[in-house]
């Protein structure tokens, strides 16, 4: 089964530190750019970052979340990650991981794109 599952969510105080991971399964995980995207209540998806396949595995933040935020990841373990401090009240949402991509068959390219269930981050007092 295609998949990725969220886990590490839930309750922190404001200013605290959350580590967030996300599991894949199913797919040739290494070759696809992985994403975390939020969704506070009540409001739309937000980019929050990413991380690209290649070597350089170059990472691209939101302007909300640089300097607080890290993403990373282990192919041969097919897990990314999201490492956050300095919470804020207003980083609290849903957080959900993505991989997208393309992939050949039959000699044409084809778009491939998973999403997970989401984990809650809950920034309060």
């Known amino acids: 089964e295609v998949q990725l599952v969220e886990s590490g969510g839930g309750m922190v105080q404001p200013g605290g530190s959350l580590r967030l991971s996300c599991a894949a399964s199913?797919?040739?995980?290494?070759?696809?750019?992985m994403s975390w995207v939020r969704q506070a209540p009540g409001k739309g998806p937000e980019w929050v970052s990413s991380?690209?396949?290649?070597?350089?595995?170059?990472?691209y933040f939101a302007d909300s979340v640089k300097g607080r935020f890290t993403i990373g990841r282990d192919n041969a373990d097919n897990t990314m990650y999201l490492q956050m401090s300095g919470l804020k009240p207003e980083d609290t949402a849903v957080y959900y991981c993505?991989?997208?991509?393309?992939?050949?068959?039959?000699?044409?390219?084809?778009?491939?794109?998973?999403w997970g269930q989401g984990t809650l981050v809950n920034v309060s007092s």
């Open positions: 991380i690209r396949t290649g070597g350089d595995r170059s990472t």
């Open positions: 993505n991989a997208r991509g393309t992939f050949t068959r039959y000699g044409q390219d084809r778009e491939f794109e998973v």
């Open positions: 199913g797919f040739t995980f290494g070759r696809y750019d």
